[in-house]
């Protein structure tokens, strides 16, 4: 499934919802909670994660708790409202998608 366009979404819902967590972490939730659909490679996800901490979306820091340094990544405020202005213009995509193919093509699909 291509998912360009989309990917700062996605990543932002699972931060919002999971909190500080390490990028194997969003990567996982990313596959769980879409029931594989979301299968998503490490290297794509980390550049898109390195990508919203420039814009100031996330910020990340080392984890020394386990044997292993990790990179902890979390929403900052300003992601926080990005995570719903995405979410509002996503919906209003599906609104106006499913008004264009209509619901009956829908039910057809499933």
Known sequence: MDIRGHL????LAVLADAGPVHGYAVI???RE????????PEGTVYPALH???R???????WEQATPRRRRVYELTPDGRVAR???QREWRGLVRGVQAVIGSATLQGMA
């Open 8 to 11: 700062d979404l996605l990543l």
């Open 28 to 30: 996982a939730a990313l």
């Open 33 to 40: 909670r879409s029931q594989g659909v979301f299968d998503i």
């Open 51 to 53: 990508k919203l901490e």
């Open 55 to 61: 814009a100031g979306l996330v910020v990340s820091r």
């Open 84 to 86: 719903t202005a995405k």
